[in-house]
């Protein structure tokens, strides 16, 4: 899911890129915002049907990664049709997140969730301030990160689907949270750096940065804090 609109294959060439205007972070930052209350909705509309919501998860896994992949490409370039996708895309990740929430819920651990959205909002406003105020250059960031969320995924499917081991579970669901907190501040120097066309695009790439952060530390800390 991280590997929307990222340019893995640019190199550097000697000129320095134009800055990104302060209308077009500020932009940027709305549509994020909006896309989490979008998210917000999809899940709590939908919480009261967990069940069914379990049922057919793999199908609306599926719807979601065809917004992530082929809705959202194919409205890029198309104002208002953008957004329309944009919320189309974050309302189904809320409603991806109902067997978890539900899981929490239903196990007493509800405050978990919201202990987590607080920790993932202060490391994620932690990361974009370093990002934008440091001198340092993370352009050279893209293809190690891009192949270091491949062996991720790759793990995580070996372990999903053979080894099925907690232990793995644990130390992947930290590499997940590792990772994305380096892919926020790639993807925020990105922006300031003037290297995304429309603020919807900056806005999906941060959004799966935070998302992927958040579930990171769901499960985290419903491991360590439950009661077995």
């Known amino acids: ?9 640019s190199v550097k060439t000697g000129y320095v890129q134009e800055s ?3 209308s077009f972070m500020k932009q940027t930052y ?3 915002a909006a896309s989490m209350l979008a998210a917000a909705a999809g899940a709590y509309s939908t919480m009261p ?4 919501v379990i049922q057919y998860r793999w199908l609306i896994f599926g719807f979601e990664l065809f917004m992530l992949f082929v809705g959202l490409g194919m409205t890029r370039s198309k104002p208002g049709l953008n957004l329309v996708a944009l919320f189309v895309f974050t ?3 809320g409603i991806s997140l109902v067997p978890l929430l539900a899981s929490l819920i239903g196990a007493g651990n509800g405050a978990v969730i919201g202990n987590a959205f607080l920790m993932t909002a202060v490391l994620f406003g932690a990361l974009s301030l370093f990002a934008i105020n440091t001198k340092a250059d993370y352009a050279s960031w893209g293809k ?3 192949i270091t969320l491949i062996v991720v995924i790759i793990a995580s499917l070996v372990n999903m689907f053979i080894l099925q081991s907690p232990i793995m579970h644990v130390i992947i669901t930290a590499g997940i949270l590792l990772l994305f907190s380096f892919f926020t501040i790639y993807d925020t120097q ?3 750096n003037g290297a995304y066309d429309s603020p919807v695009d900056a806005a999906v790439s941060l959004y799966l940065d935070f998302l992927n952060m958040f579930t990171s530390l769901l499960q985290l800390l419903d491991i360590f804090g439950g009661d077995d």
């Open 1 to 9: 899911m991280a590997l929307y609109d990222r340019d893995y294959t």
């Open 30 to 32: 709305q549509l994020l």
């Open 91 to 93: 309302f189904t990740t």
């Open 190 to 192: 990105n922006i300031a």
């Open 20 to 22: 990104a205007s302060v």
């Open 49 to 52: 049907y967990a069940d069914v």
């Open 144 to 146: 190690p990160l891009f």
